[in-house]
């Protein structure tokens, strides 16, 4: 008989703890199957964030560290400067990497730190209720934009691997969704290039997956998936932004 | 052990350092210890280890966090208001029980105050700093070679403890050149991470995880007692303090790090007009040296705390003396650090006034 589906040897056996319709598990998921194919769930410490995947140590079985909300970065420089042996990777929210925590990203990406960055962005904070983020989107409607966010007063949703792009230190920068079979195949592509780079010592990598939020959207599974598609990916659109020569 | 070099405070803890096996650094720039910083980022790469400059000092405390997690020797130095920026990082490490050492070049505040020497930041430093309920040892040396020794003492109990060890020293001690002998290099060569490092799993039967976090309540209060655990035990085994000429004193001046120093002079100066003055100078501020007051509560007929503060140890000097003496108190604030003269002359009315 051939095995068509099974559990990555990288998951725990604790079923996740995301809200229904979520997609926290896909991406989780992702990682595990890379970590199991390219053979690195024993050399793997991960930095998990502040925000709904804070617990994520829980459901993927490696080494792990918890950092404080926007430093996995910083951590995550410590760890693979003081031990350049092992595969370091943070996993972070939009909220956590994109508003408190950019600093130390963009700083991470100038240097050039072999370190991975998965960056899951749906476009407000979740685990604190569903307020606005850097992220969110112009007129959106969230707890602390209650009449929808306005450019004016809140500014624009940012974009992370654009920026990052425009910078010399990262090695692969790209933009994958989770909305469609189509698209989370793509992410898994971008995601092992991502680790390429840090496993081939060509710098730092992040790859942005543009998720769901249906919880704090109000919205069913369906309908959140949809409005990736017709909302959000129009103002973040998918693709590869920086490949350096090496990463395959 | 061997030859005496003439050597500046701020360089000479880096040597210290690197000697005592530290393999990282992480830091920013910020007056007056910048000396330090430059002084490892000529040496490290000489000698094979990390030196990195970080964004700030909130990056360069949680890559410090990070290093402390592989369960390697890592340091961070830096002063007041860069201090206050790592509070966060020093309440994550403290709960999640990784070793690291902290340097603390004091100047004045608050806020950007100036960078003249100061003893300001001895609550912060004592007692937590950051959120929640804890501990970092705390050492106060007072000369430069007392300082290179603490630094080999800092790491050996960070790593003892699974802690971070303080060194609050302040602008003075920095800039003071004086000859100093270095310890033994510590080899470093055959070191492995610990077994409870998050380096990768590796051939270990389980993961690590490192982690300042349990949401329900009676699992962090089992944590938080941990914690308080370990600094029982912190503070049986660890505080050490100085006495100068206190076997027969009348009169105990309470100092420590550069005030100290100064206080040895008073306490000659005193001793040459016959008045029978003796000093305490804890070299732990946490652990603070409460056995040694309660040795000499007798003896002394008042304590006389002097501090470049508002009277911050004197806090716990009072704790220790229990009401049983009086403690009186003189110091300096903002940076100003007092001559010997100015406090034997305070202290010649209080024993005027004692009469």
Redesign the interface.
């Given at each position: 008989m051939k095995t068509v589906h099974k559990i990555p040897q990288a998951f725990t056996d604790r079923p996740t703890t995301y809200c229904p319709g979520c997609p926290h598990g896909i991406a989780h998921r992702l990682i595990a199957e890379l970590l199991d194919e390219m053979g690195l769930?024993?050399?793997?410490?991960i930095?998990w964030p502040v925000g709904c995947s804070?617990?994520g140590?829980y459901f993927i079985?490696?080494?792990?560290?918890?950092?404080?909300h926007g430093?996995a970065c910083?951590?995550?420089?410590?760890?693979?400067?003081?031990?350049p042996?092992?595969?370091v990777m943070t996993y972070q929210g939009d909220g956590d990497l994109a508003s408190i925590g950019i600093?130390?990203t963009?700083?991470a990406a100038a240097r050039g730190e072999r370190i991975t960055v998965v960056y899951v962005n749906n476009g407000n904070y979740g685990m604190t209720g569903g307020q606005m983020a850097p992220t969110t989107l112009l007129g959106q409607v969230t707890t602390t934009s209650p009449y929808g966010r306005d450019a004016k007063a809140n500014g624009f949703p940012l974009k992370v691997p654009e920026m990052l792009a425009a910078i010399d230190g990262p090695a692969y920068i790209a933009r994958a969704a989770l909305d469609s079979p189509k698209h989370i195949l793509q992410a898994k592509r971008f995601l092992k290039k991502a680790f390429t780079a840090q496993i081939k010592d060509l710098g730092f990598s992040l790859v942005e997956l543009i998720s769901s939020c249906p919880t704090n959207w109000k919205m069913d599974p369906v309908e959140s998936l949809e409005r990736i598609k017709n909302e959000v990916l129009p103002i973040f659109p998918i693709g590869e932004l920086k490949v350096v020569e090496g990463v395959k | 052990m061997g030859e005496k070099v003439l050597m500046k405070g701020a360089e000479a803890i880096a040597e210290s350092a690197i000697r005592a096996g530290c393999m990282a650094f992480f830091g920013y720039p910020i007056t007056p210890q910048n000396e330090t910083p430059e002084y490892f980022s000529r040496r490290m790469p000489q000698v094979g280890r990390v030196f990195l400059q970080a964004e700030s000092e909130v990056a360069a405390i949680n890559m410090v966090y990070g290093a402390a997690c592989t369960g390697t020797r890592v340091i961070t130095t830096s002063s007041s208001p860069g201090i206050s920026l790592m509070q966060e990082g020093f309440s994550y490490i403290a709960n999640s029980h990784v070793p690291c050492v902290v340097v603390n070049v004091m100047r004045g505040g608050p806020g950007l105050g100036d960078i003249a020497p100061a003893q300001a930041d001895y609550n912060q430093a004592t007692k937590g700093g950051g959120h929640g309920d804890y501990h970092s040892i705390v050492l106060a040396p007072h000369t430069v070679q007392e300082a290179v020794d603490l630094i080999y003492l800092a790491f050996d109990l960070a790593d003892k403890y699974r802690m971070m060890v303080v060194m609050l020293m302040d602008g003075l001690m920095g800039q003071m050149m004086e000859p100093v002998e270095f310890p033994e290099w510590v080899d470093v060569k055959n070191r492995k991470p610990p077994e409870w490092a998050t380096v990768g799993q590796g051939d270990r039967k389980e993961r690590n995880i490192i982690t300042s976090l349990e949401i329900l309540a009676e699992g962090l209060e089992k944590m938080d007692l941990a914690l308080q655990e370990k600094y029982k035990k912190v503070k049986e085994n660890e505080p050490r303090c100085e006495e100068y000429m206190m076997e027969d004193a009348e009169y105990a001046i309470t100092a420590f790090g550069t005030v100290a120093r100064i206080s040895k002079t008073v306490v000659d100066m005193a001793r040459e007009k016959g008045i029978k003055l003796g000093l305490i100078r804890p070299i732990t501020v946490w652990p603070f040296p409460f056995s040694t007051i309660e040795k000499r509560i007798e003896q002394i007929k008042f304590f006389f705390d002097v501090e470049m503060n508002e009277g911050q140890m004197l806090i716990d000097v009072k704790l220790g003396v229990n009401g049983r003496k009086p403690v009186y108190y003189y110091g300096r604030l903002g940076g100003v650090v007092p001559t010997a003269e100015e406090i034997l002359k305070e202290l010649e009315k209080k024993i005027g006034g004692a009469k």
């Open positions: 769930t024993r050399k793997t410490v930095a804070v617990f140590y079985g490696t080494d792990a560290v918890e950092a404080a430093r910083a951590m995550a420089t410590g760890i693979k400067r003081a031990h042996e092992s595969f600093a130390e963009i700083h | -």
